[in-house]
């Protein structure tokens, strides 16, 4: 029987090709604010809801959900609040929504980040074609 994987950040790049790279030995579930398919269930961070169906069967997540750094918007403290509660605030949610059902993790990845490309205000898109930085802002 084949062991369960959520992603959250379903509509990411790296999403996208870690689900084919999973898809043939893993069922696939994903977190999403518009779930379209059997196997998308609804969440939102903000208000602290989740499918109950989503974390059934569970046997690994990889969160990879996070609002952008990179929209075009300043990054004032409200932004940064915003970005800080979409990435560790929701870890925090779903790792209270499973010790509430008393659900074990075989593991629990997460991932998101811009560093390795750089960031700038002024930058409205980072690519795998950007410039590689050694720091954060630089």
Not at 13 to 33: D, P, V, W
Not at 69 to 87: A, F, W
């Amino acid at each position: 029987m084949k062991e369960t994987v959520l992603i959250t950040g379903a509509n990411s790049f790296i999403a996208g090709h870690l689900i084919q790279i999973l898809k043939e030995n893993y069922n696939i579930k994903l977190l999403t604010r518009s779930p379209r398919e059997s196997n998308e269930f609804k969440w939102d961070v903000h208000e602290k809801t989740i499918d109950d169906k989503a974390l059934e069967g569970v046997d690994y997540i990889v969160h990879l959900a996070g609002s952008k750094l990179n929209d075009g918007t300043p990054l004032t403290l409200e932004r940064k609040k915003l970005v800080y509660e979409s990435r560790i605030g929701a870890s925090d949610f779903l790792r209270e929504e499973l010790k509430k059902r008393g659900h074990k993790l075989k593991a629990f990845v997460s991932a998101s980040a811009i560093g390795y490309y750089g960031f700038q205000e002024r930058t409205l898109e980072i690519d795998e074609n950007g410039k590689k930085r050694n720091r954060f802002c630089g």
